[in-house]
């Protein structure tokens, strides 16, 4: 009975012994796997983009995905313990300097916007120029879309002029024909040799200096800010000057566009004397060695006395350092003719030696260009194309006539 006895604690024994091996392997077996080490994958250094904040430094420690994809709530994250033994102090962000995109071919950008409208002044031609027959009614219309386009009736009578001549010479008018003796008629009306360099030359020791006017709301201000970008963009230093004092946040505005791109800005209090700042700025373009100084003014059109004083003194007293290189009118080009008026009220007050169009892409007119340079006889030389920091381009009358005529 004893040995019995024996015999079953013995078994008993070995079963729980045996039964906990299996319990134990089972428990190992069921850890999960060693996860294999997460792979460090940085994200690409953000490209900075029109209106965004500047991309995080180099500097900042890689993540890993994980640490990239989880969101971490606040509480979390406090509640965690610094995982970083060895903390490496960030340096302060320096300001992300932009790098402006290339000036050329940005014209074509305006084929694009024109291509969306129906009643562009190069396709309104061609479809009139496409009838039939072309008589005197048909005449009437082409001359009145060129007005309605502003082209201005001098332009317009010689373009209608030309334009019967040639259809006359011609005979019988495929597309090609038409579009061909358009784009050629447009051509010579746009004038094809003048110089529409932005001259920023300067003096042996002195900067270029480049005078932007034109009234409050064109765009003077932004165009400054671009045209900054622009000369960036091909190699150039540049000094803002901030004479805009009337305008309160003109100052504030283009110092943003200048420290985008490294410019820095001379300005001075609201209300205060738009001459001395202009004065200031080239004295610190001279003093940084930049290469060109860019002045925006104010263009209150309240009265012309007034304009002429204040343009007339800032002029006389940047010219203490050397001479201006360009003074650059801004026009509105969906103000049309009210654009014209404007022309003409700042041509009588400083001697204009470039004009810059804007808001190109708000209209589907264009003949403005033609008719401003008419009236001032001086080349338009950019034209601006949106409110994008790069949408500011040289002006090219083949790319123009192309974006007017369309494919
Ligand atoms: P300023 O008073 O003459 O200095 O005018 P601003 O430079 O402040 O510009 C007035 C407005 O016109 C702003 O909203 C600009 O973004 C806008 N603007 C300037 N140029 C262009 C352009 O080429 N196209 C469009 N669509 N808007 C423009």
Redesign the pocket.
């Known amino acids: 009975m004893e040995i019995l006895i024996l015999v079953v604690v013995i078994a008993l024994v070995a079963v729980v012994a045996i039964s906990g091996l299996v319990v134990t392997s089972r428990k190992k077996k069921q850890l999960p796997p060693a996860p294999p080490s997460a792979p460090t994958i940085t994200a690409p250094p953000a490209e900075p983009q029109v209106g965004e904040d500047a991309a995080p430094p180099r500097d900042e420690p890689r993540r890993t995905i994980e640490e990239v994809e989880l969101p971490v709530s606040a509480d979390e994250a406090v509640a965690e313990p610094a995982a970083v033994e060895d903390p490496v102090v960030a340096a302060p962000p320096a300001p992300e300097i932009e790098v402006p995109e290339p000036t050329a071919g940005r014209l074509v950008r305006l084929r694009a916007r024109l291509a969306r409208s129906q009643n562009s002044l190069g396709k309104g031609l061609l479809t009139l120029l496409s009838r039939d027959n072309l008589d005197e009614d048909t005449w009437e219309e082409i001359e009145d879309t060129l007005l309605t386009a502003d082209v201005g009736v001098a332009p317009t009578q010689e373009l209608v002029e030309a334009l019967r001549e040639r259809v006359r010479v011609l005979g019988t008018r495929t597309p090609e024909d038409l579009r061909a003796l358009l784009r050629e008629e447009l051509l010579k009306l746009l004038g094809t040799d003048f110089d529409r360099t932005v001259k920023t030359e300067g003096g042996v020791d002195t900067p270029g200096v480049v005078m932007v006017v034109?009234v409050?709301?064109?765009?003077?201000?932004?165009?400054t800010g671009k045209l900054a970008r622009v000369l960036v963009a091909d190699g150039r230093s540049v000094v803002l000057g901030a004479a805009?004092t009337f305008?309160a946040a003109?100052a504030d505005?283009l110092q943003t566009w200048g420290e985008r791109v490294g410019a820095r800005t001379v300005r001075g209090p609201e209300g205060g004397d738009p001459a001395s700042i202009a004065f200031d700025a080239v004295k610190e373009g001279i003093a940084e060695g930049a290469d060109v100084v860019l002045i925006d003014t104010a263009?209150r059109l309240h009265t012309k006395t007034g304009l002429m004083d204040e343009l007339g003194k800032v002029k006389r007293v940047v010219e203490k350092h050397g001479p201006l290189d360009e003074v650059l009118l801004?026009l509105d080009a969906t103000t049309g003719q009210n654009g014209l008026v404007q022309a003409r009220v700042f041509a009588e007050v400083v001697n204009i030696t470039g004009i810059v169009l804007?808001?190109?892409?708000?209209t589907a007119k264009g003949g403005i260009v033609i008719a401003v340079q008419r009236e001032l006889g001086v080349p338009v030389k950019l034209v601006?194309?949106?409110?994008g920091a790069d949408?500011l381009a040289p002006f090219e009358p083949e790319a123009f006539v192309d974006a007017l005529i369309g494919d």
């Open positions: 034109g409050n709301g064109t765009g003077k201000t932004t165009t805009d305008r003109a505005q263009g801004v804007t808001k190109l892409d708000g601006g194309l949106g409110e949408d």
